[in-house]
């Protein structure tokens, strides 16, 4: 894994939240040649994760500077979770939040906070543009991404996301990111 530290002042996509990004060629290659440089530069460290932080040789300042451009025209990854604004499709979608493996139907989430299945799938698709699995999805994947960056394992995540098995879980993250999770942990 190589991470690279930013002061909390430096946020070239002005996120607030966890998003997963396109990480092209030439951003790989720059978050791999700077962490490695970073590192070398600080008395070789060994294996595990590299970070590097504020470097202050003019070649480091500069490749950073390409690096944060880089960033900020990586296009995000579709993890969308839209706030409903509707009091029976909020509560069902706080349920869910709290706990994103709870297995039960859109019929069995709408009998709790009453409103039937019909009445909340025209809402999703209404407030949030997406219906009730899409949403459930984005939510599950964001959960991962969220999991993930924590250091939890890929089997450990799955399930607490609601997937059946890892197996499971890696296909609808590879077809949503592109890659696996764990090669999301490597970039």
């Keep these: 894994m190589h991470t690279i530290g930013l002061p909390a002042s430096v946020n070239p996509l002005g996120l607030a939240a966890p998003?997963?990004?396109?990480?092209?060629?030439?951003?790989r290659e720059l978050?791999?040649?700077?962490?490695?440089e970073h590192d070398d530069a600080e008395?070789?460290?060994?294996?595990?994760?590299?970070s590097a932080g504020g470097a202050g040789r003019p070649e480091h300042r500069r490749m950073r500077a390409v690096l944060l451009d880089q960033l900020r025209a990586s296009p995000q990854q579709p993890v969308h979770l839209p706030t409903p604004t509707d009091a029976r499709l909020a509560a069902v979608c706080a349920m869910l939040h709290r706990d994103p493996a709870d297995p039960?139907?859109?019929?069995?989430?709408?009998?709790?906070?009453?409103?039937?299945?019909?009445?909340?799938?025209?809402?999703?698709?209404?407030?949030?543009?997406?219906?009730?699995?899409?949403?459930?999805?984005?939510?599950?994947?964001?959960?991962?991404?969220?999991?993930?960056?924590?250091?939890?394992?890929?089997?450990?995540?799955?399930?607490?996301?609601?997937?059946?098995?890892?197996?499971?879980?890696?296909?609808?993250?590879?077809?949503?990111?592109?890659?696996?999770?764990?090669?999301?942990?490597?970039?």
């Design 104 to 187: 039960r139907t859109l019929a069995a989430l709408g009998a709790q906070v009453g409103a039937n299945e019909r009445t909340l799938s025209r809402l999703f698709r209404t407030e949030v543009g997406m219906t009730f699995p899409q949403w459930r999805t984005q939510l599950r994947l964001y959960q991962a991404l969220v999991l993930l960056s924590e250091g939890h394992s890929i089997t450990q995540v799955a399930l607490r996301c609601g997937w059946s098995s890892a197996s499971a879980f890696i296909d609808v993250f590879r077809r949503a990111f592109g890659h696996t999770p764990g090669g999301h942990a490597r970039i």
């Design 19 to 27: 998003a997963a990004l396109t990480v092209n060629p030439l951003l």
């Design 31 to 36: 978050i791999l040649t700077y962490t490695r």
């Design 43 to 50: 008395a070789g460290g060994g294996g595990g994760a590299r």
